[in-house]
Structures are given as C-alpha cells and as structure tokens.
C-alpha cells in the first residue's frame, strides 16, 4: 500500500495556498499554518479555483482529494510532515526563526523547501539545526497550474534530499528545475526584473500605457516563450543556418543604446500612482477572483494545446497523466472514463460542443479496447478497431469544470464487431446527460480492411458482451 504524503504549509498567503491546493489535489493530505484570522477564507478561494481549474488539465479524473487541515502553532503543523513549504514574509529573521520552530519538531528526512523568490539557500541556511535540509523551491503563481519549481541547493545540502525533493514534486505534477549555483532572484525571476525596469521606464518616458505593454508581450514574444523559451525561439529566428546565423545577424544589436535596463527610474509616487491608475483603467472592471479565473482559463487553454501537441509543458502533462490513468475494472456497466470538463471544449453558448461528445465517447472506447487487449502495442503491431457508425443523443447541457462518468456496455461482440453503449453521467448527481451508441469493426492498419482479430481479443469481447448480456 502506498504511504499516504503529508504536506505541512507555512504562511498560506497567495503562494502558499497555491501550494495547498496543488498537494491536497493530488491526494496528499495538507495541514496549514497562518496566525491570519483570514487564512481559512482566503485559502479556501483559491482552493475553489484550483479545484475548479487543475483537473480540467488531465483527461483522466485527479485523486481523490487528501485531508486538509488548519493548525494553531508551526510545531503542530509540521509533526510528522514529508514536505513542509515555508512561504512567510520576505524577511531572514521572520525565516530563520520559522526554521528553528521547524527543526526542533520535524522529521530529520522531512524536506524544508522555501517560497524565497530572493533569498540564497546559504542565507536560509544561516544559523540552522540542519543546514542540509533546508532548500529554495520557489515556485511561479499560480502554483496550482504553473510546473516551474527553481530548486536551489547549497555544498552542505544534501543530495539524497534534493533528488527525493525532485522526484516528489515530479509526483505532482510540477517541474523542478535545478538551479546549478545559487544567485540573487535565482534565475526566471531575473528575467522579469529586466522587462519590468524595462516596462517601467516606457511608461514614464509616455511611450506606453500599462495595456499597451501587455498587449506587446501577450499577443507577441510571450505565446512564443510559452512554448519555445527564449533561445529556441532565437534558434528558429536564424532560419536554416540556425543560432549561429542568428547571433551574427542580431549580435551587433546589443551594441546599440536600445535599453535602459542599467539606469532604473525612481519608483516615485507620482510613478507608482501613474501605474496604478493606468491599471485600474485596464482591468479595474473586474474582481481579483475574475482575473485569477480568466487567468487560469487561459493557461488551461494554452496548455491543453501544447498536451497535444507534446511539447514544453505539454510534454510534462502527458508524462503525469500517465500516472494517473487508471486500470479499468470489469462490471456491469463498466465505468469506462472519468475526467473533468475543460474550458476549451465549449462553445459560444457556453457548453461542451458536439464534437467533444464524441472525443469523450471514443475514449472511453478505447479504454475498453485497451481491456480486452487491444491497447497500444496491439495497435503498433497493425490491428485495431474502427468505429463505423454512432449514435449520439444530447440530453442535457455539460459546462467546462464538472466532473464526468461514461458507463460502458458491450452490446455486441463477436468475430470482427464490437459494439458499445455508453451513458455519459454527471459525477455530482448520476443525470445522465448523453448516449451514445458506438459501433466498430477490427481492422488491419496494414490493409485498412475488416479481418479477424487475435484469438485472445476475440475471446475476451465475446466474454464480456456475454457478461453484459446479463
């Protein structure tokens, strides 16, 4: 039996909810501290979100959620805990004492990882029981959908933790990237210090508002960094002679006086009023919860394409959804699929789209091909299934977000056909809200015509639509 993960979070601010919720969501069990009177409240918003958001990445259905809890001292939270994130205020001496509170309770194997998006792990470490064992794992907002973790480690951490640490916040789905030596800001946060000087300066010189500058990154270089990162993107800008062309053609460009990135402006007030003002003229209309919701669609949406696609952090998501695919179990219905509506799979009027009826209902097929054997080394050997004909009843509205059943009979299963009917079901309260009546007929892929299948595939459709018969 696999170990039940707990999860002790320290300061459950923005950052540290975000961390609650990508832990607890992927069935760890998660106990907080924050002397916030708030805290409960403001969590359990975010929680709402990501509950609403994460599942809606994976085309199988998340864990089953882990225990959450609220503590009223560090000592208590941190008892007995595997991981404990620390994301208090940006200040050593509130970190250092947190550690000590830490480390006179905490497991010596439990890892120490810490929000810091400033602080070195040797600043951290200062002063510490166990300097080894306390590391930076600074992660990007919103933690419940954003992989990126920069784990940074120091000469007297110790390495057996930091690949633990690594292969755990693989587990959930994250991305830790090892930073080799620690550096100020570490690395990501580097970058955005220089675009946001950069930004500052446009705005104050009258050269751009706060929207026009976001418009310039969202619908220009960021989709591209979204999906290519910085020099990758160079690298195709080189055209057929690649990155070297590249350097050569644009090197000189880094000569000229096209930036301001060594001379930073006053953060005056009139600066900051300026900023803020034109902010508010930009997205003031809506709610932090509408933006943070609008936000999470987005990434969603762009990310589900890059699953498709498999690269960057589709790539990522489609190695951990293979963890989370289950093994399906025979019955009467069998319970072919569960998974959760995403936001790219509706339509203008606000629903799933027809089309999507049929993904979900060819899927949930081939979960049961996979079943009877038909899986994909049957597939890579040159025989499969085709589906011939469909019936598909719409019978009530399914909307981005809920969680969905598709129950499966075998109707039909002899000689080369295979036939299922499939009732797709709320998860929430069993309504059912399509059918679908799918038939198909095994293949060669060599030929692209009907033949016979392998005995063993044979033997099991037959045994399972003469179960369902009953």
């Not at 591209?224 to 350097?247: D, P, S």
């Not at 300026?274 to 003031?284: F, H, K, T, W």
């Not at 890579?380 to 469909?390: C, D, P, Q």
Request: hydrophobic share 40%.
């Amino acid at each position: 039996m696999t170990k039940k993960m707990t999860a002790a979070i320290i300061g459950g601010g923005v950052i540290g909810g975000g961390w609650a919720a990508r832990f607890l969501l992927n069935g760890w069990d998660v106990r907080i501290f924050d002397p916030d009177l708030q805290a409960q409240r403001k969590i359990g918003e975010v929680l709402g979100n990501a509950r609403h958001a994460l599942p809606m990445l994976y085309d199988y259905a998340m864990p089953e959620e882990g225990a959450l809890s609220f503590h009223d001292t560090v000592a208590e939270t941190v008892e007995g805990a595997d991981w404990i994130q620390e994301s208090v205020p940006e200040r050593l001496d509130i970190k250092h004492k947190v550690y000590a509170e830490i480390q006179s309770v905490c497991a010596e194997d439990a890892i120490i990882g810490s929000s810091t998006s400033g602080y070195k792990p040797s600043e951290l470490q200062q002063g510490a029981a166990r300097p080894g064992q306390i590391m930076v794992c600074h992660p990007f907002n919103p933690v419940y959908i954003l992989p990126l973790i920069e784990m940074v480690g120091t000469e007297m951490s110790d390495p057996a933790l930091l690949d633990r640490a690594s292969e755990l916040l693989t587990s959930v789905g994250l991305y830790p990237l090892r930073v080799r030596k620690e550096i100020d800001a570490h690395i990501a946060d580097r970058f955005l210090e220089a675009v946001w000087r950069e930004a500052l300066w446009l705005i104050k010189d009258g050269i751009a508002t706060t929207e026009e500058i976001d418009n310039a990154i969202r619908y220009g270089f960021g989709i591209r960094w979204a999906q290519m990162g910085l020099f990758e993107t160079y690298r195709v800008a080189g055209g057929e002679a690649g990155m070297k062309h590249f350097i050569d053609q644009f090197g000189p460009c880094l000569q000229w006086p096209w930036t301001k990135l060594m001379d930073v402006p006053e953060l005056t007030d009139e600066l900051a009023q300026m900023i803020a003002d034109q902010s508010d003229d930009q997205s003031g209309h809506l709610t932090i919860r509408q933006l943070e919701r609008k936000r999470d669609g987005n990434l969603i949406a762009m990310m589900r394409s890059l699953k498709q696609q498999g690269n960057a952090s589709g790539r990522l998501l489609n190695e951990h959804e293979k963890t989370l695919r289950p093994e399906l179990q025979e019955g009467n219905p069998m319970l072919s699929l569960r998974r959760t509506i995403p936001v790219d799979w509706t339509d203008a009027n606000g629903h799933m789209n027809e089309g999507r009826y049929g993904q979900i209902f060819s899927d949930a097929a081939e979960e049961v091909m996979a079943f009877v054997g038909a899986d994909d080394d049957y597939v890579a050997n040159g025989l499969s299934y085709f589906t011939v004909e469909t019936t598909t009843k719409y019978l009530a509205e399914t909307h981005a977000g809920e969680a969905v059943e598709v129950h499966t009979r075998v109707t039909e299963g002899k000689g080369k056909k295979l036939r299922c009917m499939h009732e797709m079901r709320r998860a929430k309260d069993g309504e059912i809200l399509a059918t679908c009546d799918q038939f198909m007929l095994h293949v060669s892929l060599e030929t692209r015509r009907t033949c016979d299948p392998a005995p063993e595939v044979a033997a099991r459709v037959e045994a399972l639509a003469a179960a369902h018969q009953e």
